[in-house]
């Protein structure tokens, strides 16, 4: 299990120049926007524009802060919210953003397509709850305070403080009451039979 602290995290340009990104997480470690295998990542839109083109990635994007987001993907206007699903969609689509009603903050999962799969889903923590690490990788982000329970003691998570974990079978404990965005990542059964 890793840590990830929120204030580690540095803000880049993004590919297009359009905005900023702060990476989460990356493999392989290191890699740039054109050599990672699958990156996570915190981007802030604050001015409309189009999204960077990634040919050959899947990327799913799940708003995290702000009153609203319209996505033209493609043909296809989306409206999407801090309590929307995620969206799936493919690196290489026509995708241009439209606030309406001032800047958000979304999540950003992106793997290369045919060998790594990705899936978010939102958790409200109301006490207590566990999360089942199966994936690959699994990589859970605190969007309020919250608190990691195991043995040997507690870490205390702060808004955007994310946990890794690795190669699966493992379990994560959280306690309090907030927000979370579970993020697995997968290999593609299809590359593995290849």
Do not use: Y
């Not at 840590?3 to 290191?30: F, H, M, Q, S, Y």
């Amino acid at each position: 299990m890793r840590v990830l602290r929120a204030a580690d995290r540095i803000a880049t340009p993004w590919k297009n120049g359009g905005g900023v990104t702060r990476e989460v997480a990356a493999w392989p470690p290191g890699a740039d926007l054109g050599g990672f295998e699958w990156r996570i990542s915190l981007a802030e839109i604050a001015a409309d524009g189009p999204f960077s083109i990634f040919p050959g990635v899947d990327r799913v994007l799940t708003v995290i802060q702000g009153e609203g987001l319209l996505l033209t993907v493609d043909d296809r206007m989306l409206a999407l919210d801090a309590a929307s699903p995620p969206l799936d969609f493919p690196g290489e689509a026509r995708v241009a953003a439209r606030l309406t009603h001032g800047p958000i903050s979304d999540l950003n999962v992106m793997v290369r397509r045919g060998a790594w799969r990705a899936r978010t889903r939102r958790l409200t923590v109301t006490g207590a709850s566990d999360v089942a690490a199966k994936a690959r990788v699994t990589l859970v982000l605190a969007l309020d305070p919250l608190r990691i329970v195991r043995p040997g003691g507690a870490i205390d998570l702060s808004p955007l403080d994310a946990v890794v974990l690795e190669h699966g079978h493992s379990r994560l404990s959280l306690e309090g009451r907030g927000r979370t965005l579970i993020c697995e990542i997968t290999v593609d059964p299809e590359h593995i039979q290849q």
